[in-house]
């Protein structure tokens, strides 16, 4: 059975940093690409960010770039994601989800943890 | 603004067919890039409900179907039933922003 566990959430004030983390198990970790997707309180779903099974190529979205970073330990099973510069509207749901596909053009999220809350308020 | 466009809601009475429509452009759907659909029950993660634009997951009734053209898909929900009502976000790829994207999500609601 696939499971995404995240961890990593919590209170920060604006400027700080956070590394979240999504432990990942039932299925063979580094043969999928995977993605972290945030929701803002009563909000739609947000694509962040996205790495290769390698995690030789990464791929953010313009309203994070430069300040998140997406890895992973293929050795850990593990998923992360570096957030740093955080502002009030980074306050959100953080999923990470595995990616199935071909290519880049037909990847879907077939699997979603449930999520951690991150919220950045002084 | 979302870069696929969806209605931010619908509703229809128990029994009854409705759509959700997403629509983009030329860089995402119209580029040939597939289309899939996500359910997300209140509290919840999304699930997919439809995937490769036209391809239900094992678990997902066939009263969900989905459809892809042009610049725009559509996803149908027919013998509408109270379980349904939650939000529904479409996702494609788009070649501009060499990320994925997703509709603004839409909120079926059941009478």
């Known amino acids: 059975e696939v499971q995404l566990l995240e961890s990593g959430g919590g209170l920060v004030q604006p400027g700080g940093s956070l590394r979240l983390s999504c432990a990942a198990s039932?299925?063979?970790?580094?043969?999928?690409?995977m993605s972290w997707v945030r929701q803002a309180p009563g909000k739609g779903l947000e694509w962040l960010s996205g790495?290769?099974?390698?995690?030789?190529?990464?791929y953010h979205a313009d309203s994070v770039k430069g300040r998140f970073t997406i890895s992973r330990d293929n050795s850990k099973n593990t998923l992360y994601l570096q957030m740093n510069s955080l502002r009030a509207e980074d306050t959100a749901v953080y999923y990470c989800?595995?990616?199935?596909?071909?290519?880049?053009?037909?990847?879907?999220?077939?699997?979603w943890g449930q999520g951690t809350l991150v919220t950045v308020s002084s | 603004q979302s870069v696929l466009t969806q209605p931010p809601s619908v509703s229809g009475a128990p029994g009854q067919r409705v759509t959700i429509s997403c629509t983009g452009s030329?860089?995402?759907?119209?580029?040939?890039?597939?289309v899939h659909w996500y359910q997300q029950l209140p509290g919840t993660a999304p699930k997919v409900l439809i995937y490769?634009?036209?391809n239900r997951p094992s678990g997902v009734p066939d009263r969900f179907s989905a459809s892809k053209s042009g610049t725009s898909a559509s996803l149908a929900i027919t013998g509408l039933q109270a379980e349904d009502e939650a939000d529904y976000y479409c996702?494609?790829?788009?070649?501009?922003?060499?990320?994925?994207?997703f509709g603004g999500g839409t909120k079926l609601t059941v009478l």
């Open positions: 490769l634009n036209i």
């Open positions: 030329s860089s995402n759907i119209g580029a040939d890039s597939d």
């Open positions: 996702q494609s790829y788009d070649s501009s922003l060499s990320g994925w994207v």
């Open positions: 989800a595995k990616a199935e596909g071909r290519t880049y053009s037909n990847y879907y999220f077939d699997y």
């Open positions: 039932g299925f063979t970790f580094s043969g999928f690409a």
């Open positions: 790495l290769t099974g390698s995690g030789g190529d990464t």
